[in-house]
């Protein structure tokens, strides 16, 4: 009886299991199910990346195509920047990625169009509603896999109340910026504060430290093969300029293993620990979340330039993102397009810009917001815009640029042999 009693126990306890809820699965891919999710509503399956008042954004605008399609049900699930491209990936290469999702163009995007992952809009979308250059880094073989609503721009944001303390101005010049970085080192700030773990913040370092030596084409020459290389003189420099400010202590400690999404960085810049960072317009919506009474304090130049090179500080680093697009598999590819589309929409543009800080790739919005109008001035002025290099590039090669340029600022390779391996990979890759 003892026996027959446990057994009796042992089912009812894996029954009970398998009907608990979630099965007991992760909770956020217990949302990445299309189909119509036992709701009896046709679902659709929508990721993204940005919290705080972007995902307010996102949510209104997904409100309002439900509002349009009360058969339809939108499950939205933000995923951490950091850990996103391996999860979409994963899913990707699983058969099960969710209809809409985010990306940034570029090569990033391309890997899953050259896959067959990635559903063509050309003959749904107006064009002309949208930034040529943001819609070209989203088009590949003159088909278009993805509309992008958010063009930023790479920029040195600063403490403006440190500035005047010591009676610094915003540096013109490298050289300028040294006599900076050292003023500050002598009254115990931290210069520049920078969260390298996941690679692609110190890699602006070296993508604009290339162009203001090499001049704005010598990227496209190296990526499209034709003119100088990887190995060019110019990122050999480049990689110096990084080792020397690593040497001067420009950064904060241990600035390689920080992550940026805990945004132990950021906090270096708004205790006035640190009195400057280079990254991305995201940084303007990070604050307003995080700490908006830093904002008053808060002020950005363009990176400076290098004496002797051929770049401009009218070459900007630049990056569209996010940009929408849908799996080529989805059960549902005209509501996806549709949904692309709302989240693109004027409407979704305007609140995007003059809530979060951002400027849009989609045409004809300009911000209303003083701070943010000037950065649009930067891009309205700029004679290029440079977009992320890790965005661009094949996945591979992509991997290796991070990789040598985290150890640059490690200090564990030579400029030399970061620009000789980027030039073997490329000719492996790109040839």
Same mark, same amino acid.
């Given at each position: 009886?003892?026996?027959?009693?446990?057994?009796?126990?042992?089912?009812?306890?894996?029954?009970?299991?398998?009907?608990? *809820?979630?099965?007991?699965?992760?909770?956020?891919?217990?949302?990445?199910?299309?189909?119509?999710?036992?709701?009896?509503?046709?679902?659709?399956?929508?990721?993204?990346?940005?919290?705080?008042? !972007?995902?307010?954004?996102?949510?209104?605008?997904?409100?309002?195509?439900?509002? !349009?399609?009360?058969?339809?049900?939108? !499950?939205?699930?933000? =995923?951490?920047?950091?850990?996103?491209?391996?999860? $979409?990936? =994963?899913?990707?290469?699983?058969?099960? #990625?969710?209809?809409?999702?985010?990306?940034?163009? +570029?090569?990033?995007?391309?890997?899953?169009?050259?896959?067959?992952? =990635?559903?063509?809009?050309?003959?749904?979308? @107006?064009?002309?509603?949208?930034?040529?250059?943001?819609?070209?880094?989203?088009?590949?073989?003159?088909?278009?896999?993805?509309?992008?609503?958010?063009?930023? $721009?790479?920029?040195?944001?600063?403490?403006?109340?440190?500035?005047?303390?010591?009676?610094?101005?915003?540096?013109?010049?490298?050289?300028?910026?040294?006599?900076?970085?050292?003023?500050?080192?002598?009254?115990?700030?931290?210069?520049?504060?920078?969260?390298?773990?996941?690679?692609?913040?110190?890699?602006?370092?070296?993508?604009?430290?290339?162009?203001?030596?090499?001049?704005?084409?010598?990227?496209?020459?190296?990526?499209?093969?034709?003119?100088?290389?990887?190995?060019?003189?110019?990122?050999?420099?480049?990689?110096?300029?990084?080792?020397?400010? =690593?040497?001067?202590? #420009?950064?904060?400690?241990?600035?390689? +293993?920080?992550?940026?999404?805990?945004?132990?960085?950021?906090?270096? $810049?708004?205790?006035?620990?640190?009195?400057?960072?280079?990254?991305?317009?995201?940084?303007?919506?990070?604050?307003?979340?995080?700490?908006?009474?830093?904002? @008053? !304090?808060?002020?950005?130049?363009?990176? *400076?330039?290098?004496? +002797?090179?051929?770049?401009?500080?009218?070459?900007?680093?630049?990056?569209?993102?996010?940009?929408?697009?849908?799996?080529?598999?989805?059960?549902?590819?005209?509501?996806?397009?549709?949904?692309?589309?709302?989240?693109?929409?004027?409407?979704?543009?305007?609140?995007?810009?003059?809530?979060?800080?951002?400027?849009?790739?989609?045409?004809?919005?300009?911000?209303?917001?003083?701070?943010?109008?000037?950065?649009?001035?930067?891009?309205?002025?700029?004679?290029? $815009?440079?977009?992320?290099?890790?965005?661009?590039?094949?996945?591979?090669?992509?991997?290796?640029?991070?990789?040598?340029?985290?150890?640059?600022?490690?200090?564990?390779?030579?400029?030399?042999?970061? #620009?000789?391996?980027?030039?073997?990979?490329?000719?492996?890759?790109?040839?």
């Amino acid at each position: 009886m003892k026996r027959k009693f446990l057994l009796l126990t042992t089912f009812c306890m894996m029954v009970l299991a398998a009907c608990a *809820p979630g099965g007991g699965s992760d909770s956020e891919e217990s949302n990445a199910v299309s189909g119509d999710g036992g709701s009896g509503k046709q679902v659709l399956d929508f990721w993204y990346i940005d919290p705080g008042e !972007k995902e307010k954004v996102y949510q209104e605008a997904v409100e309002r195509f439900e509002e !349009k399609h009360p058969d339809v049900e939108v !499950k939205m699930l933000r =995923v951490a920047n950091d850990a996103y491209k391996q999860k $979409l990936a =994963v899913s990707m290469s699983g058969g099960n #990625a969710p209809d809409i999702f985010n990306s940034w163009g +570029g090569g990033w995007l391309k890997q899953f169009v050259d896959q067959g992952q =990635v559903l063509d809009v050309t003959e749904s979308i @107006e064009k002309e509603r949208f930034n040529e250059l943001a819609l070209d880094n989203t088009t590949f073989h003159d088909k278009i896999y993805g509309l992008p609503l958010g063009l930023s $721009l790479d920029l040195v944001f600063y403490n403006k109340e440190i500035f005047e303390e010591y009676g610094l101005t915003p540096p013109e010049t490298y050289t300028e910026w040294v006599e900076i970085i050292e003023t500050l080192k002598e009254n115990n700030i931290i210069p520049i504060a920078l969260a390298n773990q996941t690679k692609w913040p110190g890699a602006y370092y070296l993508m604009n430290f290339a162009a203001r030596i090499g001049g704005p084409d010598l990227f496209n020459e190296a990526f499209l093969r034709e003119g100088r290389g990887f190995d060019d003189p110019a990122y050999v420099e480049a990689g110096e300029y990084i080792q020397e400010m =690593v040497e001067m202590d #420009a950064f904060n400690p241990g600035f390689n +293993g920080v992550p940026y999404d805990e945004g132990q960085g950021r906090q270096l $810049l708004y205790s006035g620990q640190a009195a400057m960072m280079d990254i991305t317009m995201s940084l303007v919506n990070n604050v307003r979340t995080e700490a908006p009474e830093f904002e @008053e !304090k808060m002020d950005f130049f363009v990176f *400076p330039t290098v004496e +002797g090179g051929q770049g401009s500080n009218k070459a900007v680093g630049a990056s569209t993102g996010p940009v929408w697009s849908v799996a080529a598999d989805t059960e549902n590819p005209d509501l996806a397009t549709e949904l692309i589309q709302e989240l693109t929409s004027q409407e979704t543009a305007e609140a995007y810009t003059n809530r979060t800080g951002s400027l849009t790739a989609v045409s004809g919005v300009e911000p209303e917001d003083e701070f943010v109008n000037r950065m649009y001035q930067v891009a309205e002025e700029a004679t290029h $815009l440079q977009m992320p290099y890790d965005q661009t590039l094949p996945p591979e090669l992509a991997e290796l640029h991070k990789d040598t340029t985290q150890a640059l600022f490690g200090l564990s390779i030579t400029p030399e042999e970061a #620009a000789e391996q980027m030039e073997a990979k490329a000719k492996e890759v790109l040839e």
